[in-house]
């Protein structure tokens, strides 16, 4: 199948636990890959552990399935922490709603897991538990059977939903901060809702900033860390190439601007109330170069942009949370929302 040559092997730092974890996905995934275009679902069953939600609390967060639409299966996980940290704005007001939401969008390619995956479920967890946030986790169709667009529609059809059904979340959810965030397919998807919505315009939701984790993008031309980083975990060309091809519309290539996001083919940001956004890399990431353009594209554009790089680490890092670094990228990631708390309230 999709195996990347043995031999020009990138050496990266990782403890051995998170190295044989990541050997075994990769095999796995790559396993159920058929070269016809399918996915061989009934063999992941097996591999993509699922949790369903728990109104008990545990560890301080208690979860809940929210049905969207049935019929294309829309729906998400709602997580709330129950010994939320109010931030004191001074009125009233801001005791009863002080906590900001983040919507979620899981990574795997468009292809793979959902928020009932274990492995998201414990990220969103954390993120609840250690930024005092309402996450809203996504659950949208995925690919091959669904291709672009019903991906990005159904994450924009969750943002309508809650806007109009906002008492669907706990009483002190802050609807007019929310964030939009996601990892690797899950960034790409969030930036192009993020697109969606502010051409559409909500009437409640407010969508103040954007978390950005290892966005998947890409392109025809192979960059230079695509290159040089073959055969580094999780990601390669063949693989990538895979996805993309499930994912476009049939005839079009990666130049396409769901995937090239500062090509010729992307959308004209420079009259969008684009929200700020914090991008994240990684040193091992072969899919860094596209995330740097994406930054120095937002910034051309005019818009408020930081990114942060983890030179050590590679794609998908901080879903394990043996890593330090992941525990450092969650605290960034709270700080970030954390200004936007405080600068945005009056
Ligand atoms: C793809 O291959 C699988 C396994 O060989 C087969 O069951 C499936 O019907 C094929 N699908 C298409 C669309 O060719
Ligand atoms: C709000 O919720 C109601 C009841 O579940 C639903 O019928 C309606 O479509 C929702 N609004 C949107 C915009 O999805
Ligand atoms: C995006 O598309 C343009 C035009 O085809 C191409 O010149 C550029 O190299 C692409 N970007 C990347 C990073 O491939």
């Given at each position: 199948m999709s195996s990347s040559p043995p031999t020009n092997k990138p050496k990266i730092p990782l403890p051995w636990k998170t190295r044989v974890a990541i050997s075994f996905l990769s095999a796995l995934s790559d396993a159920s890959?058929?070269?016809?275009?399918?996915?061989?679902r009934g063999f992941l069953k097996f591999l993509d552990r699922k949790c369903s939600a728990n109104i008990t609390p545990v560890n301080g967060v208690f979860t809940k399935d929210v049905t969207v639409d049935p019929e294309r299966n829309i729906w998400f996980r709602l997580f709330t922490p129950t010994d939320a940290v109010t931030v004191d704005g001074g009125d009233a007001d801001d005791k009863t709603a002080s906590l900001p939401v983040v919507i979620f969008f899981h990574g795997g390619g468009f292809t793979y897991l959902s928020p009932a995956s274990a492995s998201y479920d414990a990220v969103c967890r954390r993120f609840c538990r250690k930024m005092s946030v309402v996450v809203v986790s996504v659950n949208y169709r995925l690919t091959p059977e669904h291709r672009y667009p019903s991906q990005y529609d159904d994450g924009e059809e969750v943002l309508k939903f809650l806007d109009e059904n906002k008492t669907v979340l706990p009483e002190n959810a802050d609807v007019s901060k929310c964030f939009l965030a996601g990892d690797s397919a899950g960034a790409n998807l969030a930036h192009h809702v993020a697109v969606r919505v502010c051409k559409?315009?909500?009437?409640?939701?407010?969508?103040?900033g954007l978390i950005s984790i290892q966005p998947f993008f890409g392109g025809e031309e192979r960059t230079e860390s695509e290159v040089r980083l073959e055969g580094s975990p999780l990601v390669s060309m063949a693989r990538t190439d895979w996805m993309w091809k499930v994912f476009l519309p049939e005839g079009s290539d990666r130049d396409h601007g769901a995937a090239n996001v500062s090509g010729p083919n992307s959308e004209d940001l420079s009259g969008l109330d684009f929200p700020d956004t914090l991008i994240f890399v990684g040193g091992?990431?072969?899919?860094n170069d596209w995330q740097k353009r994406y930054y120095d594209w937002l910034r051309k554009n005019g818009k408020e942009v930081q990114i942060i790089e983890y030179p050590n680490m590679i794609h998908a890092f901080y879903v394990f949370p043996d890593l330090p670094e992941s525990s450092q990228l969650i605290s960034q990631v709270k700080d970030f929302i954390n200004k936007k708390r405080v600068s945005n309230s009056k």
């Amino acid at each position: 199948m999709s195996s990347s040559p043995p031999t020009n092997k990138p050496k990266i730092p990782l403890p051995w636990k998170t190295r044989v974890a990541i050997s075994f996905l990769s095999a796995l995934s790559d396993a159920s890959r058929r070269s016809n275009g399918t996915v061989n679902r009934g063999f992941l069953k097996f591999l993509d552990r699922k949790c369903s939600a728990n109104i008990t609390p545990v560890n301080g967060v208690f979860t809940k399935d929210v049905t969207v639409d049935p019929e294309r299966n829309i729906w998400f996980r709602l997580f709330t922490p129950t010994d939320a940290v109010t931030v004191d704005g001074g009125d009233a007001d801001d005791k009863t709603a002080s906590l900001p939401v983040v919507i979620f969008f899981h990574g795997g390619g468009f292809t793979y897991l959902s928020p009932a995956s274990a492995s998201y479920d414990a990220v969103c967890r954390r993120f609840c538990r250690k930024m005092s946030v309402v996450v809203v986790s996504v659950n949208y169709r995925l690919t091959p059977e669904h291709r672009y667009p019903s991906q990005y529609d159904d994450g924009e059809e969750v943002l309508k939903f809650l806007d109009e059904n906002k008492t669907v979340l706990p009483e002190n959810a802050d609807v007019s901060k929310c964030f939009l965030a996601g990892d690797s397919a899950g960034a790409n998807l969030a930036h192009h809702v993020a697109v969606r919505v502010c051409k559409a315009g909500l009437q409640n939701i407010q969508v103040v900033g954007l978390i950005s984790i290892q966005p998947f993008f890409g392109g025809e031309e192979r960059t230079e860390s695509e290159v040089r980083l073959e055969g580094s975990p999780l990601v390669s060309m063949a693989r990538t190439d895979w996805m993309w091809k499930v994912f476009l519309p049939e005839g079009s290539d990666r130049d396409h601007g769901a995937a090239n996001v500062s090509g010729p083919n992307s959308e004209d940001l420079s009259g969008l109330d684009f929200p700020d956004t914090l991008i994240f890399v990684g040193g091992f990431d072969p899919l860094n170069d596209w995330q740097k353009r994406y930054y120095d594209w937002l910034r051309k554009n005019g818009k408020e942009v930081q990114i942060i790089e983890y030179p050590n680490m590679i794609h998908a890092f901080y879903v394990f949370p043996d890593l330090p670094e992941s525990s450092q990228l969650i605290s960034q990631v709270k700080d970030f929302i954390n200004k936007k708390r405080v600068s945005n309230s009056k």
